[in-house]
């Protein structure tokens, strides 16, 4: 598989948890609306990441990767960067909370989220998504047969 179909596999995916989330604020399901808004920044940014021809290791937030290549990707990407990797930063620091509570509290996670803040995660999930679509937008050459 190429780093253009990877892409394109990571960005529909993120796609569909970005639907998900939808469903789980649509339900009062705050925490979760978190924890799925950050699932949809992190496949995001590594569609755009592969887009780019950047492998990236097994680490949630992709933010500092950004910004080393950000040179690489298209212009109007590029003036995003700096917002794009503090979303991703901020969003991984409650990666783990918003699913499973805060210990040292010992407060379960549903009780950790409110309605503003689960909102607030999900807007900044779809702009993620929304500028992480352009390896999408771009088109193949056709072959001559």
């Known amino acids: 598989m190429t780093n253009a179909d990877m892409a394109k596999a990571y960005l ?30 992190e496949l995001s940014l590594k569609s755009a990441l592969r887009g780019i021809g950047i492998e990236t290791q097994k680490v949630h937030d992709v933010g500092s990767l950004l910004r080393i290549h950000q040179e690489k990707f298209p212009v109007p990407f590029r003036r995003q960067v700096g917002k794009l990797a503090a979303i991703s930063r901020r969003l991984r620091m409650e990666r783990e909370i918003s699913f499973y509570g805060d210990e040292e509290t010992e407060t379960a996670p549903q009780d950790l989220y409110s309605g503003e803040d689960a909102e607030g995660y999900l807007k900044e999930a779809a702009y993620v998504f929304a500028q992480c679509r352009w390896p999408l937008k771009r088109r193949r050459p056709r072959r001559e047969d």
């Open 12 to 41: 529909l995916q993120a796609g569909e948890i970005l639907e998900e989330a939808k469903e789980l604020k649509r339900r009062g399901v705050w925490n979760l609306v978190v924890r799925r808004s950050q699932e949809v920044v």
